[in-house]
């Protein structure tokens, strides 16, 4: 089986087995887990942030960080093609009582500087108060496309003008450095918090980072014991994302690539749309030209001959991840070509 669903189905490499077999440990609720401790403090200097937060995964990672930043009635202005608007749940509603504004994203990721100025609420005790925007990098709807270091400049200064905080949630962050050829920090750069996770590109079985400041994330600290994110002997699998940050994060080049061969001969198979243009990342969107419910038939013809994607609205969405190698999306491709031909002639 090829499975493209996403970069979660990885599994760990050897060097973090061994790493989690031979993991010191200790009681992390208590701050006494010696291993989860490394990986914060590594965490946060690689992102050039004071502080990090080991947390179960990215839905919560997000939630802390922006339960942290807001209040019951808030308002957070994000793009409408963002994962935290549109597959976490609605969690910042339904746990924080805060008030989503959404804007239409750009095929590049962005949302135009206008727009958000535009959604920024005046004191008015009819309003929301708008406390703060979270942005994605690297933007999965959009196809994996990166956030430039320019643009999320742009965005913080405009925020600082109207004392908004900006989140920024890089669950593949390190995607958009390694596709962008710019260090980490370039793109982390004046926000207020971030996220990203390591159980995607960076093979780890488990978890994600919140980084920020030290008050900062001596407040998500609560909230993440709130949501039932507080682990013990956590340094099994902290162990994983030390090992990670140290050895993963150049070899996503290969996935890009990977997504680029992918793309390439998708485009060649008569029938099919592939977005985006431009592949920068692992991500890669196709779909029939004849109609969504042809696609639902086209994913399932695709699991019964070894291929998994996954639905994604009108959209199948392939991603390359460490496990996947050329003749895999050699093969991938083939299969995929043999789906559509069958599917179109029944």
């Known amino acids: 089986m090829i499975d493209l669903r996403s970069d979660t189905v990885t599994v760990p490499t050897p060097a973090m087995r061994n790493a989690m077999y031979q993991a010191e440990v200790g009681d992390s609720g208590y701050g006494e887990d010696p291993t989860v401790a490394r990986l914060e403090e590594k965490a946060a200097a690689v992102v050039g942030t004071q502080a990090a937060l080991f947390v179960p995964s990215g839905c919560m990672a997000n939630l802390v960080s922006v339960l942290t930043h807001c209040g019951r009635g808030d308002g957070v202005i994000l793009g409408y093609s963002t994962d935290m608007f549109a597959w976490e749940v609605g969690a910042m509603s339904a746990v924080g009582g805060i008030h989503p504004h959404p804007l239409p994203n750009r095929h590049d990721g962005t949302v135009r500087l206008a727009d958000i100025e535009a959604a920024i609420r005046p004191e008015d005790v009819h309003l929301p108060r708008s406390r703060l925007i979270c942005l994605e990098n690297t933007n999965d709807l959009c196809g994996g496309v ?201």
């Open 146 to 346: 990166p956030l430039t270091p320019g643009y999320t400049a742009s965005v913080v200064a405009l925020a600082r003008h109207y004392r908004l905080s900006v989140h920024l949630d890089g669950a593949r962050l390190f995607n958009a450095s390694v596709s962008l050829g710019v260090d980490v920090r370039e793109l982390t750069r004046g926000v207020d918090s971030l996220m990203f996770c390591l159980s995607k590109g960076l093979c780890c079985p488990v978890g994600s980072m919140v980084c920020g400041s030290g008050d900062f994330i001596a407040e998500a600290r609560r909230y993440c014991k709130m949501l039932g994110g507080q682990m013990r002997q956590a340094g099994v699998i902290a162990a994983a994302g030390i090992v990670a940050l140290e050895q993963m994060i150049e070899r996503l080049e290969e996935d890009h690539q990977h997504a680029h061969l992918l793309g390439d001969g998708l485009r060649q198979i008569r029938g099919l749309s592939v977005m985006p243009e431009n592949i920068q990342t692992n991500i890669v969107f196709f779909r029939l030209l004849e109609g969504e419910n042809l696609n639902v038939k086209l994913m399932t013809r695709l699991g019964e001959i070894g291929v998994r994607v996954l639905p994604m609205g009108p959209w199948l969405r392939a991603v390359t991840h460490y496990g996947i190698g050329r003749e895999d999306v050699r093969i991938a491709v083939t299969q995929i070509e043999y789906a559509v031909t069958d599917v179109l002639a029944t």
